[in-house]
Each structure stands twice: as structure tokens, then as C-alpha cells.
């Protein structure tokens, strides 16, 4: 009778404790600081979007989520069309440990791997319950000297390591093996944050790339030559204008295309069709007023039915080889980077700044000033916009619909002034690019366009 009772004091207490242990990490996991858990997923973005190495590290029970939390997140590999990310494990090579520790220190193993591996600017995750492992504390003195972000995981009470990095997760649990459980959860929120962040981008970025075409001016300038017909018509080597840019544009793969018309149309619909015969799919937007070049592409968008994906606009004076895959690239990865972005902008330099709209930017390529034509007096730069950029469908909605509105003289500033992010792209050496709004730019172009051309 005494054995029976003992075996089911025993089974109850088990339970308590079961029940008690679960207890604990679950409120532990409901303590948890939401402002710490969005810090850390941030830094986690940031570094994926920058191209950044992660290096994660861990003494003891640590070692495992360390190794754990690296193996989640480089399968974001497994996304097409992505940036891989870029974690290392310092606990995972162990031929390596080994032989730190025993010619060196085994105090000393992940700040000798961060010597060799890691670069400044890469992101360090420490993870210690006590907050006071030597080995994590030695590397964090390397990160802090190669000025890498620091990101600390630690028990309740945080150690030494609470005052070593940018951001500490405290573990509200007393436990170290309930601490280390909380740990083995952030590791999977952070995750699934990150592939949430991630398939959204790739799915934005399989989204068709849609083309509208400036196609309605007059081109007084190049009288007689556009007394019938619209500017982008004028013949250069022997076909107009708009057929390279529509031939150039199904080079690249651009087949879905909108061109808005004004002045006479009937030379552009005539010519063109539905574009069936050139390998794209055109459609026409009529403009009875002219209604400027951001204004003529929102009126365009409508014509091409889609909201959600980003739009190449492209003037139609401009005559060109221009790589475009490779512009689309650098917008994806500036969206990728900075979700504020809005536009990615071609730029080329040029002899006369103060007939183009001129462009500043930061180190980043991030543009901080944009001048339509300035005065001699003001001119900062000779870098100016190309007259074709990659816009997110989200910049169209500050565009006033059916009023005249320009891209440089109104659309851009208003976009800087509301901290929509926009990037330039010096468009690389050797691209042919020209505008021929000018007798004297139309003469050039015949004259070097075959030969480029060849």
C-alpha cells in the first residue's frame, strides 16, 4: 500500500512540475519586450537587404541555438530570385575551436574567428544566458572595434553582455534551461519574420514590368521634320525613333506597353498597331490636352491595368542601348533595402546642366535634391535624369488625376519633401544615350547611331 502511495505522490509531482516548468516559459515567452523582438528582426532585414554577414555565437547549452538559429535562417536561401543570406555559426567548426583553444585560449575562439571572417558593418548575435561567458565577451570587444552591429541574447539579469551590444533580449525566466527554451522561440519568430519579409519581395519581384512611353509631344524644334508626324516618329537610320525604343524594349523582355498619344496620333497607331508585329502587346492612352509627363503616366497606368506592379517610364526623344535588367536590378535591390522607395532613376552626366533636371545624392545613391534646369549660379552637379526610371505603382497616387503635372518640376520635389525614397543609377560606361529634341541632337544621333548600332 505504501509503494502505491509513494508512486502516485511521485506521478503527481512530476505533473506539478511539468505543468509549473511550462508555465514559466510560457509567461517568460509572453514577457518578452514586442520593442526588442522588432529591433532585432530589423537588424536581421537590414543586414539581408545590405548584403551583410550574420555571425551568431554561443557557449554551452547556447552553442546549440546558435547553430540552430543559423541553419533557419540561411534556408532564406531557398526563395528565388533573393539575396542569400549570410549566417555563420562560430560554435559549428569544431576541427577549428579546437585548435584555437589549444594554441590560444578557448576564451579567445569566437573573437580569433570574427578576426578572420567577419567585416565592418556585419552583424553579431551573442547569446548567453549568464550574460558574462568570456569567450562571447572577448568577441564582442572585436565587434565593437570593427564597429559591427551587436545584438545580445541573455537570461533575466543580462551580465556583462547587457552593456557590450546595441540591442539586449532579456529571457524574463529564472531558469537557464527555460531561458535557453525562450531563445529557441525568438529564433523562430525572427525566422518566420524574415521569410515573411523576404516572399513578399520575391513575390512583388515576379510581378510583369510594365513600360509607359512619353509619346505625345509636338517637337517644334524639329521642324519641318514633325510637321506630320509626333517627335518620337522622326526617322533615325532609316526607321523612327519609337521602333528602336519598342525593339530595344522586347530585347530586354518588356512586352506589355502603354504610349500615350497627342499630337498626331494617327502616325503612332498606324505604324505600330497592337504591336503584335515588333513582339509586344501596346496599348494607346489619348491625350485631348496634353497633360505632362507625370500626368500623361498616370492616365497610362490606368490603360495598363495593373496597380501592384512597378512601372518603367520612359521619355520618348530618348535613343538608346541602355541595359535595362540592370536598372530593374538596382530598383529591386533599393526596394529590398529601403521599403520607402519609390523610384529608381537613370543618370548619365552631361556638358549643358542647366537644360536637364540635376540630381544629388548621398553615398547610398539615395537622392537628396532634385533641380529642374537650374541657373548657371546653381548648378551642383552635371548628373542628370536619363528620362527613364523604374517607379513603385505607390508614387502614381500623389499624382493629380486629369491636371497637367510634370515629373521634375512637380512630382519629384513633392516626393522628397512626403520621405519617399528615391535612387540614382549612373547608367555604366560606354551606354549610348541621347535626346533628340534639338536639330543639332537629331544630326548626332544619325550620324553615330549606325555605327553604334552595328
Not at 570593427?146 to 539579469?157: H, Q, R
Not at 519641318?224 to 517627335?231: E, G, Y
Not at 537628396?368 to 536619363?386: G, I, Q, S
Not at 535612387?423 to 533628340?436: A, C, F, K, N
Request: charged share 20%; with cysteine; glycine share 8%.
Amino acid at each position: 500500500m505504501s509503494d502505491i502511495d509513494n508512486t502516485s505522490h511521485t506521478a503527481i509531482s512530476v505533473s506539478e512540475h511539468i505543468n509549473q516548468y511550462l508555465d514559466e516559459v510560457g509567461r517568460g515567452i509572453a514577457a518578452l519586450d514586442r520593442g526588442v523582438l522588432q529591433q532585432v528582426a530589423e537588424a536581421l532585414i537590414s543586414a539581408w537587404r545590405d548584403g551583410r554577414q550574420v555571425f551568431i555565437m554561443g557557449n554551452g547549452g547556447s552553442a546549440s541555438t546558435a547553430s540552430h538559429m543559423a541553419l533557419d535562417l540561411n534556408k532564406m536561401t531557398s526563395i528565388p530570385g533573393q539575396p542569400r543570406m549570410r549566417v555563420i555559426s562560430l560554435t559549428d567548426n569544431t576541427g577549428w575551436i579546437m585548435a584555437l583553444g589549444n594554441d590560444i585560449s578557448f576564451d579567445a575562439v569566437f573573437a580569433e574567428q570574427l578576426h578572420n571572417l567577419c567585416q565592418p558593418g556585419d552583424l553579431i548575435i551573442a547569446i548567453s544566458c549568464s550574460g558574462n561567458s568570456k569567450n562571447v565577451l572577448e568577441a564582442l570587444k572585436v565587434a565593437r572595434a570593427m564597429n559591427c552591429p551587436t545584438i545580445g541574447f541573455t537570461g533575466d539579469k543580462g551580465g556583462k553582455i547587457k552593456d557590450m551590444v546595441d540591442v539586449c533580449l532579456f529571457a524574463p525566466v529564472s531558469l537557464i534551461g527555460q531561458q535557453e527554451d525562450v531563445h529557441v522561440v525568438v529564433n523562430h519568430i525572427m525566422v518566420s519574420a524574415m521569410h515573411m519579409v523576404i516572399s513578399s519581395v520575391a513575390a512583388q519581384a515576379l510581378k510583369p514590368v510594365k513600360v509607359a512611353i512619353l509619346a505625345a509631344g509636338e517637337g517644334t524644334r524639329l521642324r519641318p521634320l514633325t510637321l506630320d508626324k509626333p517627335k518620337p516618329m522622326v526617322p533615325i537610320a532609316g526607321k523612327p525613333l519609337l521602333e528602336h525604343t519598342v525593339q530595344w524594349l522586347e530585347r530586354h523582355g518588356l512586352r506589355h506597353v502603354a504610349m500615350n498619344l497627342n499630337y498626331k496620333p494617327e502616325a503612332i497607331e498606324q505604324h505600330f498597331g497592337d504591336g503584335s508585329k515588333y513582339g509586344v502587346n501596346i496599348v494607346y492612352s489619348h491625350e485631348s490636352t496634353i497633360l505632362g509627363t507625370a500626368g500623361g503616366v498616370l492616365k497610362m497606368s490606368h490603360a495598363l491595368k495593373d496597380a501592384t506592379a512597378p512601372l518603367i517610364v520612359i521619355y520618348g526623344d530618348v535613343l538608346t542601348d541602355l541595359d535595362l535588367n540592370a536598372l530593374l536590378r538596382e530598383h529591386r535591390k533599393n526596394v529590398a533595402r529601403d521599403p520607402k522607395t519609390g523610384l529608381t532613376l537613370a543618370l548619365y552626366p552631361v556638358p549643358n546642366p542647366t537644360e536637364v533636371g540635376l540630381v544629388d545624392m548621398d553615398s547610398t545613391g539615395k537622392i537628396t535634391r532634385f533641380v529642374e534646369k537650374p541657373k548657371a549660379e546653381d548648378v551642383f552637379t552635371n548628373l542628370a535624369n536619363a528620362g527613364i526610371f523604374v517607379a513603385e505603382p505607390s508614387v502614381l497616387a500623389s499624382i493629380p488625376a486629369d491636371t497637367f503635372y510634370d515629373f521634375g518640376l512637380h512630382l519629384f520635389p513633392k516626393l522628397l519633401q512626403n520621405g519617399v525614397s528615391m535612387y540614382g543609377w549612373v547608367i555604366p560606361s560606354g551606354t549610348y544615350l541621347l535626346d533628340i529634341g534639338s536639330p543639332e541632337k537629331y544630326a548626332q544621333a544619325n550620324q553615330e547611331w549606325p555605327r553604334h548600332a552595328m
